[in-house]
């Protein structure tokens, strides 16, 4: 993956979050009652696939590899995690199928970047 592959994989993070904050802010979408639990959980999640993937693109290759990649795996395993709370909400009727395919389109796009990312750093 190059650096302008790597930027890419960022900057589609940040758009990730922006969308999930976007959807979940939505009181017709996600009433009161699921604000402390399920879009709690959205939110920091989101935010957290951003964090690493920028965490990940500071660690020198040079420097420490592993670390790197234990990053780049963390950020996949959140990749995971919201993709099941956004089927989840999809399976309670917080979302549409199309809202869904989306939303889940923008986070698999990203979980795959990674792993194409972390394989190259190899």
């Known amino acids: 993956m190059s650096d302008t592959e790597k930027l890419q994989v960022i900057t589609k993070s940040m758009e990730l979050v922006k969308h999930s904050y976007r959807i979940t802010s939505n009181c017709t ?4 009652k699921y604000r402390f639990s399920l879009v709690d959980r959205i939110q920091l999640k989101s935010m957290d696939i951003y964090e ?7 660690v ?20 995971d995690e919201l993709l099941f709370y956004i089927e989840l909400s999809k ?6 199928f199309n809202s869904m395919e989306y939303w889940s389109k923008m986070v698999c796009d ?6 194409a ?5 190899k």
């Open 29 to 32: 979408r996600y009433p009161k």
């Open 52 to 58: 690493n993937l920028l965490e990940a693109n500071r």
């Open 117 to 121: 990312w972390r394989k190259q750093s």
């Open 91 to 96: 399976e309670i009727g917080l979302l549409d």
């Open 110 to 115: 990203i979980k795959f970047m990674t792993i």
């Open 60 to 79: 020198l290759v040079t420097q420490d590899l592993k670390e790197r990649k234990e990053i780049q795996t963390k950020a996949i395993l959140y990749c």
